[in-house]
């Protein structure tokens, strides 16, 4: 009997270490194929998948780099999760027709990057795929895109502009901000973008997620009534927004959407309001003042850390919540 467990127990290490998950061409089934298919072209690892091609990596030093549309008389159909991270000696990348899918992380960290052109086949982009890519100056979203991940351009240090197809069905981009199709909502500004003031278009109800993340050359924002929502992290990193107006149409503030406003002296939150998030404030290092209304009911954790500004504060009797560390080093709150 102990003889057969442990033969049931190499047997198990067996097939977890001996497997594998691999790309497919369908993202959402999942494929296991022993490591044995991992192969070699040129520069690039890839594998199999059926009558499809996926690349895994690349191990040159080349500046511009072709990535082929077959390989072995099979379709190049995904560029894998992390396939080209990192690889910050990278200028120029050409992804053939034959691509429909670009992964998580695909190109992030890629920080010499400054050209790429994404091809018409594809229909996803994956979370972070081009993070960090700190030169990329532009990027076009072609009319077969279907789906953006969370994160895909962020702290693209030089990105001016997100051009969209006018063609694509899920996208649009408007002076190089980028929308859903029916601009109901904003989902990046780009960082290096010109302006210093923006004004949200009225048909907007929801910002995104990290929307405005690292924008410090914005001064002012101004947001319409019929904005209902802010994402987390939406405005993090906008270290000289000045002024901003939280329009009376917002209930929530949010997990960090005001981290890091390092500029905002002061702010009016509307009687809308109910709850601050986590970090809502949070590294607000410029904030002298906040006057909290009596609609709001709980204060998150370390929601007005790190504003070591802030010298006046009142909490109405309406708050039934506080977290921990709402007002840590706030060195010299008096009230």
Not at 24 to 41: C, I, K, L, R
Not at 118 to 138: R, Y
Not at 269 to 276: C, F, R
Request: aromatic share 8%; with cysteine.
């Amino acid at each position: 009997m102990k003889i057969k467990k442990i033969i049931s127990g190499i047997m198990a290490v067996l097939v977890v270490f001996g497997t594998m998950p691999v790309f497919s061409a369908n993202p959402v089934q999942d494929y296991v194929v022993t490591a044995s298919a991992v192969e070699t072209y040129e520069n690039l690892t890839y594998m199999r998948d059926g009558d499809h091609i996926g690349i895994l990596g690349f191990s040159g030093s080349e500046e511009e780099v072709v990535i082929p549309a077959e390989i072995e008389g099979l379709p190049v159909t995904r560029i894998g999760e992390f396939a080209f991270w990192c690889r910050s000696g990278l200028k120029s990348i050409t992804i053939p027709d034959s691509v429909t899918d670009i992964g998580e992380e695909a190109f992030s960290l890629c920080s010499g990057l400054t050209s790429i052109t994404i091809p018409d086949s594809v229909t996803s982009i994956g979370e972070a795929a081009f993070l960090k890519c700190s030169h990329l100056e532009s990027i076009t979203i072609p009319d077969s895109v279907t789906n953006i991940g969370y994160r895909a351009f962020e702290d693209c240090l030089s990105l001016t502009s997100i051009d969209v197809a006018e063609n694509n069905k899920n996208y649009c981009s408007l002076k190089g901000v980028l929308f859903n199709k029916d601009k109901t909502k904003l989902l990046v500004y780009p960082i290096q973008k010109a302006e210093t003031e923006y004004v949200v278009p009225d048909s907007v109800t929801s910002i995104g997620n990290n929307a405005f993340f690292g924008c410090s050359g914005l001064t002012s924002i101004t947001i319409p009534d019929s904005v209902t929502n802010i994402g987390e992290l939406a405005f993090d990193g906008c270290s000289n927004l000045t002024s901003i107006t939280i329009p009376d149409s917002i209930t929530v503030i949010g997990y960090g959407v005001f981290l890091y406003c390092s500029g905002l002296e002061s702010i009016t939150i509307p009687d809308s309001v109910t709850s601050i998030g986590n970090s809502a404030f949070g590294y607000c290092s410029g904030l002298k003042s906040i006057t909290i209304p009596d609609s709001i009911t709980n204060i998150g954790d370390c929601a007005f850390s790190e504003c070591n500004s802030l010298t006046s504060v009142t909490i109405p009797e309406s708050v039934t919540s506080i977290g921990s560390s709402v007002f840590a080093y706030c060195t010299i709150l008096h009230q």
